[in-house]
């Protein structure tokens, strides 16, 4: 089993910045591919930037540009770096740990960003 803690949300205004950490409790966390997604109210979750162990990268293409993922092995860590944040950047972002089918999920961190 493993646990992902999610921090970094908070209240923004348009255009600003956040930065997302997710803290994972696995030894073996550099095999892991690890993904950010969101989930705005009335929504369904939505993938946001992935990536993969080896370090390549995936957009959704509405944050290209925006947004950066990143990850630090040597603290088990996946951060989201987000730029330039818009109003409908808002909801709740989740941490997501794959490996062989084996997924786990955050329980979110709440992200709003005011016009």
């Known amino acids: 089993q493993v646990q992902l803690v999610e921090s970094g949300g908070g209240l923004v205004q348009a255009g600003g910045s956040l930065r997302l950490s997710c803290a994972a409790s696995t030894s073996i966390f550099s095999i892991y591919d690890m993904a950010w997604y969101r989930q705005a109210p009335g929504k369904q979750r939505e993938l946001v930037a992935a990536i993969t162990s080896r370090g390549s990268t995936n957009y959704f293409d509405s944050v290209k540009g925006r947004f950066t993922i990143s990850r630090d092995n040597a603290k088990k860590t996946v951060y989201l770096q987000m730029n330039s944040l818009k109003p409908e950047d808002t909801g709740v972002y989740y941490c997501?740990?794959?490996?062989?089918?084996?997924?786990?999920w955050g329980q979110g961190t709440q992200v709003t960003v005011s016009s």
């Open positions: 997501n740990a794959n490996l062989n089918r084996r997924v786990y």
